[in-house]
């Protein structure tokens, strides 16, 4: 099944996450292990480009919850971008704005890694 | 009244099938996409609870989603033969608190809550248990 898909890359150093289709409680483990993947080879800078991401329930946050304190201790972050409004309301609502940095391009996510006044 | 219904077997790779056949139930009924999108994820929500908790991830169990609309009513009632769960039982998180203590789990119930109009629950001890999840159309 194709329902769901990774792309990875590196821009300046910062590890990009393209999610594509939809995130449900079948295709969060592949998120899971994206994540792993990127922690064990001590890859904290995190951008998940959200802008073909169609769908995403409890699931699929849930993940996102699970890393966010390893990236943060490991001088990191998971910074979110390009959502659609539709996924955006479902972050919305569960609060997640409180917690992770939300931009609408990827490019203010990455330049805000290397802010120092941060 | 007219009433629809599916039957899935109890595994997440049959989400998609769910959600397909609960929004093309309530374009038909009249919904919009926003409205559309926000059914689709509380019966998510609600599958995923019955497939990981009430069946514990028996692939061989069976979930039953029936769809009833009538008069401005649209209603999905998910029925399961598991093990008891009662989400009115689930006190809503201080999203705050929750997100700060970085717990996973337990955000579906208060995602069906917020998305529905109504979330009733019922349960024949041994023998099944019901989630109804109601949505009216907007006038």
């Known amino acids: 099944m194709s329902e769901f898909k990774i792309g990875q890359r590196e821009v300046e150093n910062v590890s990009i996450l393209e999610l594509k289709g939809y995130l449900d409680a079948h295709t969060a483990p592949k998120l899971e292990e994206a994540f792993q993947s990127l922690l064990r080879s001590q890859r904290y800078r995190i951008v998940v ?17 699970a890393f966010i304190e390893d990236a943060r201790n490991g001088k990191g972050d998971i910074k979110l971008t390009n959502m659609s409004p539709k996924v955006y309301n479902v972050f919305d609502l569960l ?15 990455v330049t805000r890694f290397f802010d120092r006044t941060k | 009244m007219k009433t629809t219904s599916i039957q899935v077997e109890s595994r997440t790779e049959r989400l998609i099938a769910v959600r397909d056949f609960v929004s093309e139930a309530a374009r038909a009924f009249g919904f919009g996409d926003e409205d559309i999108s926000k059914i689709a994820l509380a019966v ?4 995923t609870n019955v497939i990981k908790h009430a069946y514990r991830s028996d692939p061989t169990k069976i979930i039953q989603v029936n769809v009833s609309a009538d008069n401005g ?4 009632a998910i ?43 019922s349960i024949v001890p ?14």
Not at chain 2, 73 to 76: E, S
Not at chain 2, 126 to 139: A, I
């Open chain 1, 95 to 109: 609060g997640f704005p409180l917690l992770y940095e939300i931009f609408k391009e990827e490019q203010e996510a």
């Open chain 2, 79 to 121: 029925q399961d033969e598991g093990l008891r769960f009662n989400p009115t039982q689930v006190q809503p998180p201080d999203m705050k608190e929750y997100l700060t203590h970085y717990r996973r789990g337990g955000l579906g119930v208060y995602l069906m809550k917020s998305l529905m109009d109504r979330v009733e629950y």
């Open chain 1, 49 to 65: 480009n959200c802008r073909d991401l169609s769908y995403i329930s409890s699931a699929g946050l849930g993940v996102f919850m």
């Open chain 2, 73 to 76: 009513t649209f209603q999905v």
């Open chain 2, 126 to 139: 041994g023998k099944s248990n019901e989630v109804r999840l109601t949505k009216y159309l907007p006038r």
């Open chain 2, 44 to 47: 998510d929500e609600a599958c």
